[in-house]
């Protein structure tokens, strides 16, 4: 596709429940990074993929936290037995290549998580 | 502590006003990118800026990177209630440009 598809728009869980969010980068980007924007604004990387390779996943709180981009699927966040702090909007990006200096990082509209 | 330090946090200014905002940091980036982003939207790239002291401008819009490449401007001439939105910079480290560390942003409001 032309643009980021994240699915679903909105999640509510109670504590404790596994909530997972899905991403379609766009079409011919090799590049998928996970970002969390939280209260105030910030956004916190999470991870990211080369391909169904991971990148980077300096920003994952492994405990709970886990992503997948297999082929011909749509990329996955799944949050395992999720706490009040996980609420947050949760933002997928994709780009040709990195990103930074050389290419644009194209994000989706976001999945906002609210853990009740 | 952040990275990115941005100011001013909020800026409320009328129709037809200038204003700048403010990207500072004691690092250095590879490059800086400006976004801006709209309520129940994802952020949406406005500028890349790559070279020290570059200069790029986008209609009423002027970036600037700092000749050090630790800092970041953005200045708004003549704002019109379009512009209204958050405005948000984020720098790729050298290195590992692919992941990027952001400012907390600027949520601007332009009144008619």
């Known amino acids: 596709g032309e643009e980021v598809a994240q699915t679903p728009k909105h999640l509510v869980r109670g504590e404790g429940q596994k909530a997972k969010l899905y991403c379609a980068p766009i079409k011919g980007h090799s590049y998928v990074f996970w970002y969390q924007q939280v209260l105030k604004n910030e956004f916190k990387f999470l991870i990211s993929?080369?391909?169904?390779?991971?990148?980077?996943e300096t920003g994952m709180p492994k405990e709970r936290f886990s992503a997948k981009c297999l082929p011909n699927s749509p990329c996955s966040l799944e949050i395992q037995a999720t706490k009040l702090e996980d609420s947050a909007v949760y933002f997928c990006?994709?780009?040709?290549?990195?990103?930074?200096?050389?290419?644009?990082?194209?994000f989706g509209e976001g999945s906002w998580l609210t853990v009740v | 502590t952040q990275l990115l330090e941005q100011s001013p946090q909020f800026l409320s200014i009328q129709e037809g006003e200038n204003l700048t905002v403010y990207c500072n940091s004691s690092s250095v980036f590879s490059s800086l990118q400006w976004y801006r982003q709209e309520p129940g939207e994802g952020p949406v790239l406005l500028v890349t800026v790559v070279t020290g002291g570059e200069v790029k401008k986008l209609k009423r819009l002027t970036f600037q990177f700092g000749d050090a490449r630790k800092d970041s401007s953005l200045h708004i001439t003549a704002a019109q209630p379009g512009d209204t939105g958050l405005y948000l910079c984020a720098g790729a480290q050298a290195g590992n440009n692919r992941k990027l560390i952001w400012g907390l942003g600027t949520s601007l409001a332009v009144n008619p």
């Open positions: 990006a994709s780009s040709q290549s990195g990103g930074g200096s050389g290419n644009t990082i194209y």
């Open positions: 993929f080369q391909n169904e390779n991971v990148f980077d």
